[in-house]
């Protein structure tokens, strides 16, 4: 088996999960005109498939550890294109919400599954360095698809966005059925799924550590999505269009971070990177902070080096938590995940209410004494475990 070939063909499984989640933003309000509907019921779509994208990574989790992973991918895939053309069809609101979250409960196998087969076929360092690829591709997705959308609708019409994803979809199942055989360790036997299984999981000090770690770093992250173009607009009057490429640095930010990641986990390791990562994490945003308002070039600085240090520490997340979970990987992998998207989807309503009070002083100074605690929080359950006991517990 090419294990490199493999790495990729199922990273960009993971990848269209973010890719399919932000492709149509740009043209929001053309979809609203077209379907007759109102923007807040066209935002659904978005919020439905992020909803379903995360409550599926608690289903899917146990399937790959109980199923393996072929037939789950394959399924999930398979689901994803068929949805992916029944919103192609779509001639009104009702119809795309229903499709966009069969969309979304196909595709949400990507990232489990792609994780768990990484985890299975790489060791050591080599696990660490593939991380960083997977994670690098995977950030390529939110980058992409705002970016892709946009000259696809503007070229043809928001429709043809969907048969884009289907026939992309297609092309990856494809290369999944023939090129991915079941990775799932002969001499692991998942026993039966009990919700316990969760419960231990948290109780794990690295499990429930990077479980927060990920729910408070993409709260953060969609903070700076939601708040950040009122910034832009408001202090520096920046167009729809120049909005959009502001956020284009922070994303790259982020791949060129995971990317690097990976590399330096060779060298140093992964339990103090995390909570390296997670100072540099706090440092950016009150870097953001103090400098935003003097300039746009500095307001650049700061979110480039929020998704640096963000890439970062993304690969050596998925390496820890996969080492720590031999038995049941793939479980602590769809709980991770469903920390994540949860972040994202409290952002705006904790976000929201502080920003009305205070302002961005408020909104992000919340978010640098969180982090800084939790900074603190990490260095004692990780570092100070540690340094007591040389061994990783398994969970």
Same mark, same amino acid.
């Given at each position: 088996m090419n294990r490199k070939l493999i790495l990729y063909i199922v990273a960009f499984a993971a990848f269209l999960g973010p890719f399919t989640q932000t492709i149509y933003t740009p043209v929001l309000p053309e979809v609203a005109s077209e379907l007759h509907s109102t923007s807040f019921v066209v935002n659904l779509t978005i919020s439905v498939f992020t909803l379903f994208l995360a409550i599926m990574q608690m289903i899917y989790g146990p399937l790959t550890d109980s199923k393996g992973r072929r037939k789950v991918i394959? &399924?999930?895939?398979?689901?994803?294109?068929?949805?992916? @053309?029944?919103? &192609?069809?779509?001639?009104?609101?009702?119809?795309?919400? @229903?499709?966009?979250?069969?969309?979304?409960?196909?595709?949400?196998a990507g990232s489990v599954v792609a994780v768990t087969v990484i985890s299975d076929l790489f060791d050591g360092k080599e696990r660490g360095q593939a991380m960083g690829t997977f994670q690098m591709l995977v950030s390529l997705g939110p980058v992409l698809g705002p970016v892709i959308g946009g000259f696809l609708s503007g070229m043809f019409h928001f429709h043809s966005v969907f048969l884009a994803l289907a026939a992309t979809g297609?092309?990856?199942?494809i290369f999944n059925y023939l090129y991915l055989k079941e990775t799932k360790p002969d001499n692991v036997e998942a026993g039966r799924f009990q919700l316990r299984d969760f419960a231990m999981i948290l109780q794990n000090r690295i499990g429930s550590s990077i479980m927060y770690l990920g729910f408070i770093q993409y709260y953060v992250f969609y903070d700076f999505l939601v708040f950040l173009p009122s910034i832009l607009s408001d202090r520096y009057g920046l167009s729809a269009e120049q909005k959009g490429l502001v956020f284009l640095p922070m994303s790259l930010g982020i791949v060129v971070g995971s990317y690097l990641g990976g590399k330096i986990q060779a060298r140093m390791d992964g339990e103090k990177l995390i909570v390296l990562t997670t100072y540099l994490n706090a440092i950016s945003v009150l870097f953001f902070l103090i400098f935003y308002s003097f300039s746009l070039g500095w307001l650049l600085a700061g979110i480039i080096l929020f998704g640096l240090s963000l890439g970062f520490s993304?690969?050596?997340?998925?390496?820890?938590?996969?080492?720590?979970?031999?038995?049941?990987?793939?479980?602590?992998?769809?709980?991770?995940?469903?920390?994540?998207?949860m972040g994202m989807a409290f952002s705006p309503i904790v976000g929201s209410p502080l920003y009305r009070i205070g302002g961005n002083y408020l909104l992000f100074g919340f978010i640098i004494i969180v982090y800084l605690a939790f900074a603190l929080l990490l260095s004692r359950r990780i570092l100070g475990s540690h340094a007591n006991s040389p061994s990783l517990e398994k969970g």
């Open positions: 394959l &399924f999930g895939i398979t689901l994803y294109v068929i949805a992916s @053309v029944g919103c &192609f069809f779509s001639a009104n609101i009702e119809l795309l919400i @229903v499709f966009r979250a069969l969309q979304a409960i196909g595709i949400a297609m092309l990856v199942l993304l690969p050596v997340q998925t390496t820890l938590l996969t080492s720590a979970f031999t038995k049941n990987r793939a479980t602590a992998v769809g709980a991770y995940n469903f920390f994540r998207y």
